[in-house]
């Protein structure tokens, strides 16, 4: 096999792979319901001001 066929080969590979990763993702994202998505934005919002004031008051 020529080098640049294993390179198409490769970034087939890395495509289809890719496709993979971003399907599980967003099954993953589409099975909260959107009270859970809700309560866990609250939680991060809630985490991010808890940081911030300890950055304000480490300073």
């Known amino acids: 096999m020529r080098w640049w066929k294993v390179v198409g080969l490769a970034g087939l590979a890395g495509v289809a792979a890719t496709g993979v990763v971003v399907a599980r993702a967003e099954r993953k994202r589409r099975a909260y ?3 859970e998505v809700r309560s866990r934005l609250h939680q991060r919002v809630a985490e991010a001001a808890t940081e911030s004031d300890n ?3 480490a300073e």
Do not use: N
């Open 33 to 35: 319901s959107p009270d």
């Open 55 to 57: 950055i304000s008051i």
